[in-house]
């Protein structure tokens, strides 16, 4: 008889679960972003979330030190309805349009890109997580911002951490997290 282990998948866990990943210093104004989300400002407000075969993209406007994270699941998909931000052709130009209604200006941003595991794909260069992170690409080069870091692929969940008043980010791999 053949024993199979369950492989990770943050898609899958309830939110208070996915709480306890979040950034540990309390004194920080915090915002955990799910899948399907867009959240973006100039407060001094650290954004955090967990990734698998999702993407995010950060954005940061390093002169007016505001910004915002996009998380999706699917890297196409409907343009409306309810879920439309689960898929990066809706969330990725939401976000930038976020971002710049702050005042932000695409001459001064620049972008990361972080997610796109396979965990179970055997073809690699055909797996959704694979197919998310080059969507982020391929809007962010066609947008003109810069792509400054990039923790992409493998087979890892991972827990990202981005502080909008600088722009740091900060990740962990699942096998360091629990």
């Not at 104004?29 to 001094?44: C, N």
């Not at 406007?61 to 931000?85: T, V």
Request: glycine content about 8%; aromatic content about 8%; some cysteine.
């Amino acid at each position: 008889m053949s024993q199979t282990t369950s492989k990770f998948n943050p898609a899958v866990l309830p939110a208070e679960v996915m709480k306890k990943f979040e950034h540990p210093d309390t004194n920080k104004v915090r915002h955990f972003l799910y899948p399907g989300q867009v959240f973006a400002t100039r407060d001094p407000i650290t954004i955090s979330t967990i990734l698998g075969s999702c993407a995010a993209v950060c954005l940061w406007d390093r002169h007016k030190r505001a910004g915002g994270m996009n998380h999706y699941l699917l890297p196409e998909g409907q343009s409306d309805g309810p879920n439309r931000l689960r898929y990066g052709n809706v969330a990725n130009p939401e976000l930038l349009r976020q971002v710049l209604a702050l005042g932000c200006e695409i001459r001064n941003m620049q972008a990361k890109i972080f997610g796109g595991s396979s965990a179970f794909a055997v073809d690699l260069s055909n797996s959704v997580g694979t197919r998310n992170v080059e969507l982020a690409e391929s809007f962010l080069r066609s947008a003109g911002i810069p792509v400054v870091e990039k923790e992409v692929s493998g087979k890892h969940g991972r827990r990202l951490v981005f502080q909008v008043v600088d722009g740091v980010t900060t990740i962990k791999n699942f096998d360091q997290v629990v």
